[in-house]
C-alpha cells in the first residue's frame, strides 16, 4: 500500500520531468530551424524581417492597399517547397486560398502583404506541419513558400 502511494506521489513529478525535456526540444528545435533560415537567407543574398511568430519574410514588391485579414479568401500565385531541398510540394498560379484553412506560418505571411504584394514567407516547423507528414513533406520541415498577391475580400 506504501508503495502504490509512494508511486501516487511520483507521477506528478514525473509528468514534470517529461513535459519539461519536451519543451526543452521544442526550444532546441526552433532555434536550430531559426539558424537554418537564417544560414539560407545569407547564402542567398535575401533581406528578410522576422515576424513576432517566428517566421521570416522578403518583401519583394509591397503592392499597395490594405492587407489581408485572418479570415480572407485570397486570390494567389504561389509555390511552396520545402527549405532544406528546395523540393517543390505544391504550386499554384491563380488560387483562391480560403487563409483559415492554411498552416499557420503561411496565414500569418500572407497577412503581412498588400494586394499586389510579392515575396517570400520562410516557416519553421512549428507553424507549418509540425511533427506531421505527408507524401511531399517530411515530418518537422522548414517551408518556404514564393507568393504574389492578386486580389482579396
Known sequence: MIKVF????????????????????????????????????????LDAYEHESGIFIVVAYEGSGPTPREDSTVRMKFSAYTLKD???FYSANDEFVYLPNEVRGFRLG??????????IIFVPSALG?????????????????????????
Open 6 to 45: 509512494k508511486l501516487l506521489l511520483m507521477l506528478p513529478l514525473l509528468s514534470f520531468i517529461m513535459v519539461s525535456c519536451e519543451k526543452d526540444e521544442h526550444a532546441e528545435r526552433a532555434e536550430k530551424e531559426r539558424k537554418e533560415i537564417l544560414e539560407y537567407l545569407e547564402e542567398h543574398n
Open 86 to 88: 528546395e523540393n517543390l
Open 110 to 119: 500572407v497577412m503581412e502583404f498588400n494586394r499586389g504584394g510579392k515575396g
Open 129 to 153: 506541419y509540425g511533427p506531421y507528414s505527408n507524401m511531399y513533406v517530411d515530418r518537422n520541415a522548414v517551408l518556404k513558400y514564393e507568393i504574389e498577391i492578386i486580389d482579396f475580400n
